[in-house]
């Protein structure tokens, strides 16, 4: 059993991301049909079966393309969505720089919300509660391996320190996870692991 965790492709800088509605650049939809042909062309490989997605836009736009090429239609749900950044979400950082100064994701507190938002601690059990869920469904066989995951690089990154062992932090330093990058965990020996890490080789 296997799932490919995958980041959405580049969406526009200059603005606060988590729960932002902003879409994809026209380079994150380029990036985002490369890596839809690489997976039709490397069934061996993945031979996917079921797509997740977040539900916020850059990802959406990014399962698109996915779902078109693959002729599979993706489930999109909020468990899969990067942390809740409230009123911040979308807004041009130089606006969120003069409103609510000093506030970023690395400096709350592991119990402080963003201000309308979610705190570090319930992103954490967020993603946990997702990935065990989803491990459940595959294990029980509700849903048919292999799994494609279309998230965010703050999802997959809380994912790497679960899967090793790690405490997590929002002060943690981030693994390697480009846009439209392939991460995938797969059932081994009783447990899953890390197999793969940020595969760009369709860019």
């Known amino acids: 059993m296997k799932i490919f965790f ?13 729960w ?32 997740l997605s977040s539900n916020l836009a850059r990802a959406v736009e990014t399962t698109r393309e996915i779902e078109q090429v693959l002729k599979l239609e993706a489930l999109y749900t909020e468990e899969w969505r990067e942390m809740n950044n409230g009123i911040l979400a979308g807004m041009p950082n130089k606006e969120a720089e003069e409103k609510y100064p000093g506030v970023y994701f690395n400096t709350l507190h592991m119990d402080t919300p963003f201000p309308g938002g979610e705190t570090p601690i319930h992103f954490h059990n967020r993603v946990r509660k997702a990935f065990e869920n989803l491990c459940i469904q595959l294990e029980s066989q509700e849903i048919e391996t292999n799994v494609l995951v279309v998230t965010h690089g703050g999802v997959i990154n809380v994912l790497y320190y679960l899967l090793n062992g790690q405490e997590w932090t929002n002060k943690c330093s981030f693994f390697p996870i480009d846009n439209t990058s392939v991460h995938t965990v797969e059932k081994t020996s009783n447990k899953w692991e890390i197999t793969e890490m940020n595969l760009t080789n369709h860019l």
Do not use: C, M, N, W
């Open 6 to 18: 995958v980041r959405h492709g580049e969406d526009e800088e200059g603005f606060r991301g988590g």
């Open 20 to 51: 932002s509605g902003r879409g994809l650049i026209d380079q994150g939809i380029l990036q985002s049909r490369k890596l839809a042909k690489y997976l039709y062309h490397h069934p061996e490989q993945y031979g996917i079966h079921t797509i």
